[in-house]
């Protein structure tokens, strides 16, 4: 989308002579950057994935071709069951993120008295970081000093809910944090894309007798398409790679039940000396991403005309 | 569309069309159905932040949901004693300059974008995109394997680096697009009038731009006070801490002193709230220009 915005812009300025050099030296620290310190680790963890590399077995060290792959894919239940993780995390986060964003822009995006400072309060979470929002909600979680304390003192519960220390509801404990930290960043897109709606539309179709419900459907989600498709994506791509939150808030456990696949690598990359494994599980990772993103993209007919 | 949202960057809100007053009537949403469903948001998004404040200010012992009486023992305790007046020091030094660094460079290289035709662009722009699946997380062995050789583990630096180069791409790309929706007319005049290229830049350009660096700069702020991984895998000395570490190792090692952590999360807090504050009235375009284009 960028690329073709940029192509074709119609303010393109003709070349002034003797200027030929002056892009290339504008972007040159960008460029530098970004290949000293993305695009050169990135290679050289797809360079590590095929070595044997371990500090503390520097004897071993050396090619080893596809191993660390065979064992990541047949030897090591933990790549498994924190991808399965991983899946279900970004799916149940993403899809919820999304409902109650779109719902969320669409109430703000109304007109009505006290919009602006209602629109600042719950956009607010989005400037919080995966640690603050951690030590937040290990406030309202613990038994002693959350909600759910309060809520036995006024007889409504019982005392003693820890919704972190159970299997059963970590997870959901997790992704209601989340939630409150990430509805915002749809709220905010989806309203930026809202407000480029000409309301002509609304009132051509107003007249055509359409109830809001059909406006809804039949202009409203249609012109969203693209912004949605396109910030989904992007948040998969972020949710999946959100560490932060779970490392602080579960530290992937009980019993491994809340690892994600980076959790995964980073905390072997935190506690083992395996660095060959862990750059197989990196590029592993970075494999499944782009190939999920290319085809989502694909799938949901991105940019095309409905 | 968003190229136009972007195109009138000082108008705050949506343009309100003329239309007539009945028309307008039938597409108005009653007011219970705005507020039942905000205020049940409000609710959700605001008592987790009024329990961290009413536990940072409330005294030991006290189990008061009100913030009375008022002490701020435990801000002394966070600041002092668990040393966040020098992990605050420090994360402010990171963000700054990491804010700096990511708003000249992307100015510079968004303006070669916007400006000039240059073979390579294409493969420049689309290398930009593919980043965006680069995880941070996955970068950190490589990346700390790069800071040892430059000897910059355990230096601020790291973070600095480590902080811009994951915000240069959007960053880049927000400004490029801004840029590019200056009327090139405007620079050309100055040129006739004699100034030369880079004078016509600071004197015509970059006043419009305010609102892109405004929000380009305190993307890369924010980004960088709330940087956890990056702060933990790359700095190990506690007077090196940034204030994420600081709050994380408060959550683990002092789990018993809610105060102190409901304190250090207030702390962490307020800087962003201020920069939020600041900037949310161009947050909605600043996101539309550089997520939704990019």
């Known amino acids: 989308m960028a690329i073709s915005t940029a192509s074709t812009a119609n303010h393109r300025m003709r070349r002034p002579r003797g200027a030929a050099r002056t892009p290339y030296l504008l972007i040159a620290p960008a460029v530098i950057a970004m290949v000293g310190f993305l695009v050169y680790p990135m290679a050289s963890v797809i360079y590590y994935s095929l070595q044997n590399y371990n500090v503390t077995k520097p004897w071993d060290n050396g090619f080893a071709g596809l191993d660390n792959f065979r064992r990541l894919l047949f030897e090591d239940p933990l790549f498994w069951q924190s991808l399965g993780f991983s899946a279900r995390w970004v799916g149940v986060e993403v899809g919820l993120q999304l409902v109650f964003g779109l719902i969320l822009a669409l109430i703000v995006n109304e007109t009505f008295v006290g919009r602006g400072l209602s629109r600042a309060l719950v956009f607010s979470p989005w400037a919080v970081s995966g640690v603050l929002t951690t030590g937040i909600w290990v406030l309202l979680y613990n038994p002693t000093t959350g909600v759910s304390r309060y809520l036995a003192d006024l007889g409504l519960i019982e005392y003693g809910a820890a919704p972190l220390a159970h299997p059963g509801t970590v997870f959901w404990a997790a992704v209601l944090a989340e939630l409150w930290r990430g509805v915002p960043f749809f709220a905010i897109l989806l309203l930026a894309d809202l407000q480029?709606?000409?309301?002509?539309?609304?009132?051509?179709?107003?007249?055509?007798?359409?109830?809001?419900?059909?406006?809804?459907?039949?202009?409203?989600?249609?012109?969203?398409?693209?912004?949605?498709?396109?910030?989904?994506?992007?948040?998969?791509?972020?949710?999946?790679?959100?560490?932060?939150?779970?490392?602080?808030?579960?530290?992937?456990?009980?019993?491994?039940?809340?690892?994600?696949?980076?959790?995964?690598?980073?905390?072997?990359?935190?506690?083992?000396?395996?660095?060959?494994?862990?750059?197989?599980?990196?590029?592993?990772?970075?494999?499944?991403?782009?190939?999920?993103?290319?085809?989502?993209?694909?799938?949901?007919?991105?940019?095309?005309?409905? | 569309m968003t190229v136009q949202t972007a195109a009138r960057p000082r108008l705050p809100g949506p343009v309100t069309a003329p239309g007539g007053t009945k028309r307008r009537e039938r597409m108005r949403v009653s007011r219970w159905q705005i507020w039942v469903p905000l205020g049940l948001y409000l609710l959700f998004t605001l008592v987790p932040f009024y329990w961290m404040l009413v536990f940072a200010v409330r005294p030991r012992g006290s189990t008061s949901l009100l913030p009375w009486p008022i002490t701020f023992d435990n801000f002394e305790t966070v600041w002092n004693e668990l040393g966040f007046a020098v992990f605050f020091r420090n994360s402010l030094m990171v963000g700054v300059a990491s804010l700096v660094m990511t708003t000249v460079i992307a100015l510079a290289g968004g303006y070669a974008l916007a400006r000039y035709d240059f073979r390579g662009k294409k493969a420049f722009m689309l290398g930009m995109l593919c980043?965006?699946?680069?995880?941070?997380?996955?970068?950190?062995?490589?990346?700390?394997?790069?800071?040892?050789?430059?000897?910059l583990v355990n230096s601020l630096w790291s973070l600095v680096i480590a902080e811009t180069v994951f915000q240069l791409p959007l960053s880049l790309i927000l400004i490029s697009g801004f840029?590019?929706?200056?009327?090139?007319?405007?620079?050309?005049?100055?040129?006739?009038?004699?100034?030369?290229?880079?004078?016509?830049?600071?004197?015509?350009?970059?006043?419009?731009?305010?609102?892109?660096?405004?929000?380009?700069?305190?993307?890369?702020?924010?980004?960088?006070?709330?940087?956890?991984?990056?702060?933990?895998?790359?700095?190990?000395?506690?007077?090196?801490?940034?204030?994420?570490?600081?709050?994380?190792?408060?959550?683990?090692?002092?789990s018993v002193d809610f105060g102190a952590l409901a304190a250090g999360g207030v702390v962490a807090a307020v800087p962003v709230v201020l920069v939020f504050a600041v900037i949310q009235r161009y947050l909605v375009q600043g996101m539309s220009a550089g997520a939704v284009k990019g």
Not at chain 1, 242 to 257: E, I, K, M, Q, W
Not at chain 1, 274 to 291: E, P, Q, R, V
Not at chain 2, 205 to 226: K, M, Y
């Open chain 2, 131 to 151: 980043t965006q699946f680069i995880p941070g997380a996955m970068m950190l062995i490589p990346l700390f394997e790069i800071f040892r050789t430059l000897g």
């Open chain 1, 196 to 306: 480029s709606i000409p309301r002509e539309l609304y009132e051509a179709a107003s007249v055509d007798g359409a109830s809001r419900g059909r406006r809804f459907l039949h202009v409203t989600l249609p012109h969203l398409k693209d912004a949605i498709i396109l910030s989904t994506l992007l948040r998969c791509v972020w949710e999946f790679n959100n560490v932060d939150l779970l490392y602080t808030l579960t530290g992937g456990g009980p019993a491994h039940a809340t690892t994600t696949l980076p959790l995964y690598v980073a905390s072997k990359a935190a506690q083992s000396h395996d660095f060959g494994y862990g750059s197989a599980l990196t590029t592993a990772a970075f494999l499944i991403l782009t190939f999920f993103s290319i085809a989502y993209l694909r799938l949901s007919k991105f940019g095309a005309k409905s």
């Open chain 2, 179 to 254: 840029i590019r929706n200056v009327p090139v007319e405007l620079e050309q005049a100055a040129w006739v009038d004699g100034c030369g290229r880079l004078r016509a830049f600071f004197a015509v350009v970059l006043p419009l731009l305010r609102p892109a660096l405004v929000a380009v700069g305190s993307f890369a702020f924010i980004h960088s006070w709330n940087n956890f991984l990056f702060a933990l895998m790359f700095v190990n000395e506690q007077e090196k801490f940034t204030v994420p570490v600081g709050l994380a190792y408060s959550l683990g090692e002092f």
